[in-house]
């Protein structure tokens, strides 16, 4: 038998939402999750760029209708101990984010294609990074001002303002008691002596100003605290399987 050294554990508790609906302020309990129906008109006004920011609850199966174009599907998960690929993860089952952006004269935010249309034809349900039909979706639509020079700066606001909004889920999220998760995962990265080793190449977009991807935010698949591959010039970077399992990629196409 060949030596083991664990190197890193990752423990994540998944705690699953039956409900979600629209109330005077964010929470979690007994499988309802309650979004704040106040809180995005306090967002629409952080940035002079933004004309209006809409949020929709998308019920399970509910997707015969129009989105303008998706620039993200977001898990809303939190560390509770650690950094990103080790410690503690809570995470919310059964609910996604769909983060959708256009401008007020129709452009779609998308650079080489956009997927404005019906969900039903847009959406590849129950792939992996995608929800499944049987998900709630929290459906935060940015409108941007018409006119403006599309450029980076653009979906980098759209994509912090979307991560404020889910970091006051993530905070209430952080101190749910753990002991009572619906499910609980543990995951080892393992250094087996004697043992051949194996590196995965993954290549991820660094071209421009949609298609880009941030690592090691300060949250699993967040936004705020990463790095864009394009501003560290395209250089390879080393992950850990548990780092890429907790979140430590965000795409930003």
Same mark, same amino acid.
Not at 35 to 44: A, M, P, R, Y
Not at 86 to 101: D, K
Not at 159 to 174: E, G
């Given at each position: 038998?060949?030596?083991?050294?664990?190197?890193?554990?990752?423990?994540?508790?998944?705690?699953?939402?039956?409900?979600?609906?629209?109330?005077?302020? =964010? &929470? *979690?309990? +007994?499988?309802?999750? !309650?979004?704040? #129906?106040? /809180?995005? %008109?306090?967002?629409?006004?952080?940035?002079?760029?933004?004309?209006?920011?809409?949020?929709?609850?998308?019920?399970?199966?509910?997707?015969?209708?129009?989105? =303008? &174009? *998706?620039? +993200?599907?977001?898990? !809303?998960?939190? #560390?509770? /101990?650690? %950094?990103?690929?080790?410690?503690?993860?809570?995470?919310?089952?059964?609910?996604?984010?769909?983060?959708?952006?256009?401008?007020?004269?129709?452009?779609?935010?998308?650079?080489?294609?956009?997927?404005?249309?019906?969900?039903?034809?847009?959406?590849?349900?129950?792939?992996?990074?995608?929800?499944?039909?049987?998900?709630?979706?929290?459906?935060?639509?940015?409108?941007?001002?018409?006119?403006?020079?599309?450029?980076?700066?653009?979906?980098?606001?759209?994509?912090?303002?979307?991560?404020?909004?889910?970091?006051?889920?993530?905070?209430?999220?952080?101190?749910?008691?753990?002991?009572?998760?619906?499910?609980?995962?543990?995951?080892?990265?393992?250094?087996?002596?004697?043992?051949?080793?194996?590196?995965?190449?993954?290549?991820?977009?660094?071209?421009?100003?949609?298609?880009?991807?941030?690592?090691?935010?300060?949250?699993?698949?967040?936004?705020?605290?990463?790095?864009?591959?394009?501003?560290?010039?395209?250089?390879?970077?080393?992950?850990?399987?548990?780092?890429?399992?907790?979140?430590?990629?965000?795409?930003?196409?």
């Amino acid at each position: 038998m060949c030596k083991e050294d664990i190197l890193r554990k990752l423990t994540i508790k998944c705690f699953h939402i039956k409900e979600v609906e629209f109330g005077n302020k =964010n &929470s *979690i309990n +007994d499988g309802k999750l !309650i979004i704040n #129906k106040d /809180l995005f %008109k306090e967002l629409s006004n952080e940035e002079e760029i933004i004309d209006e920011i809409k949020i929709h609850i998308i019920k399970p199966r509910d997707h015969d209708r129009y989105v =303008n &174009s *998706i620039m +993200d599907f977001i898990p !809303i998960s939190t #560390k509770v /101990l650690g %950094k990103i690929g080790q410690g503690i993860t809570h995470t919310l089952t059964g609910v996604y984010v769909m983060l959708t952006g256009a401008d007020t004269e129709g452009v779609q935010m998308a650079e080489f294609g956009s997927s404005e249309g019906k969900m039903n034809d847009k959406v590849s349900f129950g792939k992996s990074g995608t929800p499944s039909k049987d998900d709630y979706i929290i459906h935060f639509d940015v409108t941007l001002k018409g006119g403006l020079e599309f450029n980076r700066d653009l979906p980098l606001t759209i994509h912090r303002l979307c991560d404020n909004f889910i970091q006051d889920i993530r905070n209430i999220l952080k101190s749910k008691d753990g002991r009572k998760a619906d499910e609980k995962h543990e995951y080892y990265d393992r250094l087996r002596h004697g043992k051949k080793k194996v590196l995965i190449v993954k290549q991820i977009a660094g071209q421009g100003m949609m298609y880009d991807n941030q690592l090691f935010p300060n949250e699993p698949s967040g936004f705020t605290g990463g790095r864009s591959i394009i501003d560290l010039g395209n250089a390879p970077v080393i992950i850990s399987p548990n780092e890429y399992r907790d979140g430590a990629i965000r795409a930003m196409t």
